[in-house]
């Protein structure tokens, strides 16, 4: 019985308990800072737990949205609280769980001050990002998004570096202006059909992919701008290397790891399939500037004084091979990319843990103050080296298997139909290598000229336990990544197979019974 009640709730549990464990935090008195931070870290690792469980009893043989919840919300709108997963979804859903314990065992020790609010906010995010994974309700989604949005703008704001407030008010400004064009699109494309409101992701696939080419532009625009801006996509990047310098450890890793990857969710999830001849006639376009950020994001991280923004303008350049992938549109260049989203938030969350556990030591992140530092921090040099080598895409860590199905599925791309655009975006590998492998040139090697970092006391026990947790995951990834593949593989598949089936013309292609299935829904 217990079982049979998990199974038809286990979506909705993993919002529950995070909100239970914020309602605890809100409800204990400000002084109890043990049981606040103990009650944090509970609720997270039982939300992890049922992710575990959710990881083994998805059908990875389907390619429609499993463990669906279904309650009208607001029955004059037809509104509902709809929420399911599929295989792309589960994967962001277990980065979410496993990080944001990480993040808040590591804050356990470094947060000193305000950390009821600081623990309550953090939880608020994980339920925020989780929605926005599971949410199969447009209405439903755009209010878990704005909900990310809140603590983070608190989390940095409060809690963040000198110039904290410039920042986040950055951040806020960037975000909410994509996020409101978006909401425009939900509500014209909610009532453009129909003399009622819909907002089910699942009906709107079909009135979406019906509309005029010109409609479609439009809507996929307003869509991609939210998106873009918040993975970032250049020329929307600015705000990121500001909100990672300013914020927290436990925030840039949040930041990093789980809020970027709202962004490259929402283009595949949304863009693609609600819009699917728009996303056709605009991949070349999207290509261009993931691989424009591929570039520019690895060239200013060479000339960045601070490790920070070193790891921050690596992001830019990362996700511009994801977003590259997306747009590919074939089956081997999504499927690297919903892996490359894993990847990152594991490597480049590791990286910001890293230069957290050093800053607390130094009180700089400046490079130039190092250079060394492996003679007296033999551990913290071999897991920060094996977080860089996942970045750079070294055989046998995650990163490899992303970049080299999304080059694979970019080079026989049938919508790009060139070879340039996988060629060019192989160019920032090579110049990943050269600013990671500079850094910890910089950082760990030579001599060791600066008195104070003579003293500096290698990772505890927790520091080791924190970081090779996450290096389980690079390892396995990178050795034996079907696990991970194999999730996703239905959904991705179904979703390329939908988009070359997509009609050329603006006479919408007849909807057979089943056809739901080719884009994973229902």
Partial sequence: MLYDYLAAHILSLHLLIPLAGAIVVLALPRKMERAIKITAIASSVCAFGLTTWLFYAFDTSQNYFQFVEYTV???????????????????LVALTTFTMPIALIYSSDTVKKRVKEYFFFMLILEIGTLGVFLSLDTILFYIFWE???????????????????????KFFLFTIVGSLLMLVAILWLGFSQHSFFISDFEVLQRVGASLPLNAQMWLFAAFALAFCIKVPVIPFHTWLPDAHTEAPTAGSVILAGLLLKLGTFGLLRYNL????????????????????????????????PDMKRVIAYSSVAHLGFVVVGIFSMSAEGMQGAVIQMVNHGLSTGMLFLA????????????????????????????MFALAMLASVGLPGLNGFVGEVLILIGTFKSAILHSWVYASVAAMGVIFAAVYLLGLYKRIFFGPLTNEKNKDLKDLNFRETALLGSIVVFIVWIGFYPSTFLNMSAPTTSAISNYLEHVPTTDRPAPVKADSTKKVAVR
């Fill in 73 to 91: 919300w607001v029955p004059s709108f037809n509104i509902g609280y709809h929420i399911g997963i599929d295989g792309i979804a589960l994967l």
């Fill in 147 to 169: 909900i990310v949005l809140i603590p983070m703008y608190f989390i940095i704001g409060i809690w963040g570096g000198e110039r904290r407030i410039y920042a986040t008010v």
């Fill in 273 to 304: 399939i609600l819009f699917p001849r728009a996303a056709i006639e605009l991949a070349p376009f999207m290509c261009i500037l993931g691989i424009a950020g591929i570039i520019y994001g690895a060239l200013v991280s060479m000339v960045q």
């Fill in 355 to 382: 230069v957290g556990m050093i800053y607390e030591r130094r009180h700089t992140r400046l490079i130039s103050e190092y250079g060394g530092i492996a003679r007296v921090m033999p551990r913290f040099a071999v």
